[in-house]
C-alpha cells in the first residue's frame, strides 16, 4: 500500500519533532519535514497528501504559503498551526482554503492526528468512487451495455456514437423493455459528461403533485412539509444528464415549466427566488408517439421540438433477428454465474421457441423468461418445455410467426374458446361470426375441444 | 523522572514527555532541550539589551511549548509574561529580572539534565 506522505512545516525544532514522531507512529505515514515555506515549496512535486504549516515562518506567513500551495495545486489539503489566538485569522484562512486550523498547545498533536486520518480516508473514498465510475463507464461501453448485432441495432449504435460526440438532446422512443435507459446510460457515460451525474427520473413513476418540487426542488418553508431545502433533479444533474422517462405522463403546466428551465438555461427552486443557472444535457424517453400526443393537444408542440433533439427509436425485440439468441445466450450465462452454477445449454427446440415468440415485453420480457427456464431446467439444458410465455398482452402470439390468414383464425377461435370455456355461442357472439363457422372447425378437425 | 533542586520544587518534570513517546523519544527530546533551549535564551537577553521587543516576543514565543512538556513549572509563567510584555514593544517593570530568572533556571535544568542521563 502506497505511504501516505505528509509534509510538516514548522520552524521550532521542538514542536516539529513532537509532531513528526507522533504522526509516525502510523507505519502508513510519510513524514517530511521542513523548517522554511521555501523548502517546502521546493519540494510540493512529491505529492503530499496533507501539509501541515506553521503560520508564523521566517520566511513566509501562513497565509501567503498556504495560496502558494493553493496555486500549485488546490487539491492539496492544508492545515494551519499557530499560536495566534485570532479568530480573524482562523476565518481568513479558513475562507483562503485551509482544511483547518490549530491552536499550539498540548492537545494539537492529537488534533493533527485525527485530522490526517480523516483526510487519508476521505482521499480513499474519493479514489474508490473514481474507479466505480471508470468501471460504470466500462459497463455502459456501447457494445457491453448493448449486446446485439442485427441490422436493426447496428443502425442504432451509429446513432448513439453521434449522440455520445455532442451535447445535443436526445428522445428515445420504443416500446417497454427495449432498454431505454439502457441505452440513454450508455450515450451519457460515453460522453464528455461522463464523470458527472447520471440523474434518472421516471415521471410516471411520481404522484403528480410532487412532480415540481422533485424536479426543481424547494426551499425551506415552501410549503408544509418543506422541513429544509431540498435540491431538485435538475439541479442534481448540473453539468451531468438528465433522464427524464416517460416524459409524455407530464402534465402541460409543467411542461411549461421545463420549457421555460430549458429555454432560459436557469432555474427557481419552488418557493424560493434564487435564479439558479443550469448545463444539464437532456434525454426522454417514451412509449408513446410524441407527435401524436403533439396533435392531440396532450404535448406542447414548442417543448416537443425543444427536447426532441436526436431522435433514436429503438426496434421491438421481435424485428432483431438472431439477436433473441445472443441475448438469451447473454442472460443465461449471467444468471448461472451470479447464482453460481454451471453453464447451461439452450436445445435447438427451445432456441427455435425463442425465435418464434413475439415479446411484447421486449428485452426485459426475454430476461424473465431466461431466468424462470434456468430454473425450471435440469441444470444441463433448457428445453421447449422449460420455456414459458407468460405475457398479459392480448396481441401475444398471433404477430410472432408469418401465417396464412386461415392459421391466424383458428389461433384465434381457439384463443377465445380457451378463454370462453368453450362456449361456442359466447365465442362467436365476441367474434361476431356464425357458430356453424366454429362448428365446420371442429368437425373438420382443424380445432381440437377438450 | 522528576528531579527536585536545593530551594524546593521540582525543577522539571519528564511525564509529560514519557505519554508522548518511547524512552527514545524522550532521549531525543532532552537532546534537542539542551541543543536549542540555553541558545535561545542567550538570543533572549541579546535582543532585550538591545531593545528588539519584537525578536524578544518571538523567542520567548518559541521556547514556551519546549518549558511546558519538560515540565518546568517554575518558568511557565515567566515564558508566558515575557512574550506579554515585549508585545508592548516597549522595556516594563520586572521584564530584565524575569529574563534573569529563566537564564538561571534553564542552566540548572541543562546542568542536572546532563548529570541525570550521563550527557
Same mark, same amino acid.
Given at each position: 500500500?502506497e505511504?501516505?506522505?505528509?509534509? +510538516? ?21 510519510e ?9 517546502c515549496?521546493?519540494?510540493l512535486?512529491k505529492?503530499p497528501g496533507?501539509i501541515?504549516?506553521d503560520?508564523?515562518?521566517? /520566511? ?12 500549485f ?5 492544508v ?12 476565518v481568513?484562512?479558513?475562507?483562503e482554503?485551509?482544511?483547518?486550523y490549530?491552536m ?9 492526528w485525527?485530522a ?28 457491453k451495455?448493448?449486446k ?8 442504432i ?7 455520445s ?20 446510460k ?8 461522463k464523470?458527472?451525474p ?6 410516471a ?9 422533485e424536479l426543481?426542488g ?9 422541513q429544509?431545502?431540498?435540491t431538485? &433533479? ?30 432560459e438555461?436557469e ?8 435564479k ?6 437532456l ?5 408513446k ?16 421540438y425543444?427536447?426532441m433533439?436526436?431522435?433514436? /427509436? ?7 433477428g ?24 439452450i436445445?435447438?427446440?427451445? &432456441?427455435? &421457441? ?17 431466468d ?18 407468460a ?14 390468414m &386461415?392459421?391466424?383464425?383458428?389461433? +384465434? ?6 378463454k370462453?370455456?368453450?362456449?361456442? +355461442? ?6 361476431? +361470426? ?17 | 523522572?522528576?528531579q ?10 519528564l ?9 527514545d523519544?524522550? =532521549? ?7 541543543k536549542e ?9 541579546v535582543a ?8 524578544l ?6 521556547? =514556551? ?18 512574550e506579554?510584555l ?14 534573569e530568572?529563566?537564564?538561571?533556571v ?14
Open positions: 500500500m505511504q501516505f506522505k505528509i509534509f +510538516i512545516v514548522e520552524d521550532d525544532p521542538w514542536y516539529g519533532e513532537i509532531l513528526q514522531y507522533h504522526l509516525s507512529l502510523n507505519p502508513d505515514y513524514i517530511f519535514r521542513f523548517t522554511t515555506g521555501k523548502e515549496l521546493a519540494n512535486s505529492k496533507l501541515s504549516i503560520y508564523s515562518l521566517p /520566511d513566509i506567513n501562513g497565509f501567503d504559503l498556504l495560496k502558494k500551495i493553493r496555486d495545486n488546490h487539491d492539496i489539503p492545515i494551519v498551526i499557530s499560536a495566534q489566538k485570532d479568530v480573524n485569522t482562523a481568513s484562512l479558513l475562507k482554503g485551509a482544511r483547518d490549530f499550539k498547545d498540548d492537545n494539537t498533536k492529537d488534533l493533527l485525527n490526517v486520518n480523516k483526510e487519508r480516508e476521505r482521499q480513499s473514498l474519493q479514489k474508490e468512487v473514481e474507479v466505480l465510475k471508470e468501471e460504470l463507464g466500462q459497463k455502459y461501453d456501447f457494445n451495455a448493448i446485439g448485432n442485427s441490422p436493426a441495432l447496428l443502425r449504435f451509429s446513432l448513439l456514437e453521434k449522440a460526440r455532442t451535447n445535443i438532446n436526445v428522445s428515445v422512443t420504443g416500446e417497454t423493455g427495449t432498454g431505454k435507459e439502457v441505452v440513454s450508455a450515450i451519457h457515460y460515453n460522453s464528455e459528461r464523470k458527472k447520471f440523474v434518472a427520473v421516471n415521471m413513476a411520481i404522484p403528480r403533485e410532487l412532480i415540481e418540487s426543481f424547494y426551499e425551506k418553508g415552501a410549503f408544509t412539509g418543506a429544509s431545502r431540498k431538485g &433533479k435538475f439541479e442534481e444533474a448540473n453539468k451531468g444528464t438528465l433522464f427524464l422517462d416517460e416524459i409524455a405522463e407530464l402534465d402541460l403546466s409543467l411542461q411549461s415549466k421545463i420549457l421555460r428551465v430549458l429555454q438555461r432555474l427557481t427552486r419552488v418557493g424560493g427566488n434564487e439558479i443557472p443550469l448545463d444539464v444535457r434525454i426522454v424517453a417514451t412509449h408517439n410524441l407527435p401524436d400526443e403533439v396533435k392531440k393537444g396532450n404535448f406542447r408542440e414548442d417543448l416537443f425543444r427536447i433533439g436526436l431522435p433514436i /427509436d429503438l426496434p421491438p425485440l421481435r424485428e432483431r438472431n439477436d433473441i439468441l445472443l441475448l438469451a445466450k447473454h442472460f443465461m450465462g449471467e444468471f448461472c454465474k451470479s447464482n453460481k452454477m454451471e453453464a447451461i445449454n436445445s435447438p427446440e427451445a &432456441k427455435d &421457441k425463442l425465435m418464434k415468440y413475439n415479446y411484447p415485453g421486449n428485452v426485459r420480457e426475454l430476461k424473465a423468461i431466461i424462470l427456464a434456468a430454473v425450471m431446467s435440469d441444470g444441463k439444458q433448457i428445453n421447449s418445455d422449460d420455456i414459458y410465455f405475457s398479459v398482452s392480448t396481441t401475444d402470439n398471433f404477430s410472432g410467426e408469418e401465417k396464412t &386461415k392459421e391466424y383464425t383458428i389461433d +384465434i377461435i381457439k384463443h377465445f374458446l380457451k370462453y370455456d368453450n362456449n361456442i +355461442i359466447k365465442v362467436a357472439d365476441k367474434l361476431d +361470426i356464425g357458430k356453424s363457422t366454429i362448428y365446420k372447425m371442429i368437425q373438420n378437425k382443424e380445432i381440437i375441444v377438450n | 523522572m522528576v527536585i533542586n536545593k530551594g524546593g520544587g521540582p525543577l522539571y518534570d511525564s509529560k514527555l514519557k505519554k508522548i513517546g518511547n524512552d523519544f524522550v =532521549r531525543k527530546m532532552i537532546l534537542l532541550f539542551i533551549v540555553p541558545p535561545s535564551v542567550m538570543l533572549i537577553k532585550y539589551m538591545g531593545k528588539d521587543f519584537a525578536t516576543k518571538y523567542l520567548a514565543h518559541r521556547i =514556551r511549548p519546549s518549558l511546558q512538556n519538560m515540565g518546568i513549572s517554575r518558568l511557565t509563567w515567566e515564558a508566558d509574561e515575557i506579554n515585549a508585545a508592548l514593544g516597549k522595556d516594563s517593570p520586572g521584564l530584565e529580572e524575569m529574563i530568572k529563566l537564564d538561571q534553564v542552566s540548572q535544568v541543562v546542568e542536572s539534565l546532563k548529570a541525570e542521563f550521563k550527557l
